[in-house]
C-alpha cells in the first residue's frame, strides 16, 4: 500500500522557516516524481515545487522561487521542503504527491498520489 505522509507543519511568524516532509512508503520512490502543493482556503490547489523523474532538475512557482528548496532522500524514501523567508501568503495547506509516469510537472493531475496535507500558517 502506497503511501505519504507529510509532517512539519506549523504556525510561524513572517520572515520564519519550516521545513516539511514527506515520508513515502509502500514501494521505491527514487524514479518518481514528486512535488509539493499548497491550497489556501477559497482558492484552488497550485503548484509549489517538484523534483522531476530523473531526481536531478527541480522546479519552482515563481512566488516561491529563491524562498523554497525541495529536496529529496532517496534512501530515506522522504523528501523535505525547506521554507524560508515566509509570508502571511503562504498560509495552505501543503501536501506532497508522487507520480510514476510522465506529464506536466506542475499539473495535479500528473500525480497519483497524495499525502494528507499539513497546515502551515505564517501570520504577519
Known amino acids: 500500500q502506497v503511501q505519504l505522509v507529510e509532517s512539519g507543519g506549523g504556525l510561524v511568524q513572517a520572515g520564519g522557516s519550516l521545513r516539511l516532509s514527506c515520508a513515502a512508503s509502500?514501494?521505491?520512490?527514487?524514479?518518481?516524481?514528486m512535488g509539493w502543493f499548497r491550497q489556501a482556503p477559497g482558492k484552488e490547489r497550485e503548484f509549489v515545487a517538484a523534483?522531476?523523474?530523473?531526481?536531478?532538475?527541480?522546479y519552482y512557482a515563481d512566488s516561491v522561487k529563491g524562498r523554497f528548496t525541495i529536496s529529496r532522500d532517496n534512501a530515506k524514501n522522504t523528501f523535505y521542503l525547506q521554507m524560508n523567508s515566509l509570508k502571511p501568503e503562504d498560509t495552505a495547506v501543503y501536501y506532497c504527491?508522487?507520480?510514476?509516469?510522465?506529464?506536466?510537472?506542475?499539473?495535479?493531475?500528473?500525480?497519483?498520489?497524495w499525502g494528507q496535507g499539513t497546515q502551515v500558517t505564517v501570520s504577519s
Open positions: 509502500g514501494r521505491t520512490f527514487s524514479s518518481y516524481a
Open positions: 523534483t522531476g523523474w530523473s531526481g536531478g532538475n527541480t
Open positions: 504527491a508522487a507520480a510514476q509516469g510522465g506529464g506536466s510537472i506542475k499539473w495535479y493531475g500528473t500525480y497519483g498520489y
